[in-house]
Nanobody
């Protein structure tokens, strides 16, 4: 069982930055691929970014590429999502997820464990 706890959400203006954190206490953090998903009101949950367990590869949704950066610290058992140049359409609940799969996935079903989510609201 992996517990994931997100933090760092809030209310910002368009163009501002935020950094989300996801803590995963335990010695197995480094064995999981990690991802960030988001869900806007009235919409389905969508992939935002992911990083391999080895911290070698990252993947981004086209909608956030060039503005968001995912990173991880396997010593602190934490994954981050740096969000720059935020837009109103980035408003959503952001979820951290962990995958024990062989390959890095971009679908919700690829991930075994989920955090409770943190709200990000961007005012225009």
């Amino acid at each position: 069982q992996v517990q994931l706890v997100e933090s760092g959400g809030g209310l910002v203006q368009a163009g501002d930055s935020l950094r989300l954190s996801c803590a995963a206490p335990g010695r197995t953090f480094g064995s999981y691929h990690m991802g960030w998903f988001r869900q806007a009101p009235g919409k389905e949950r969508e992939f935002a970014a992911a990083i391999t367990r080895s911290d070698i590869s990252t993947y981004y949704a086209d909608s956030v590429k060039g503005r968001f950066t995912i990173s991880r610290d396997n010593v602190k058992n934490t994954v981050y999502l740096q969000m720059d140049s935020l837009k109103a359409e980035d408003t959503a609940v952001y979820y951290c997820a962990a995958s024990s799969g062989l390959r890095l996935g971009k679908r919700s079903g690829d991930y075994n464990y989920w955090g409770q989510g943190t709200q990000v609201t961007v005012s225009s």
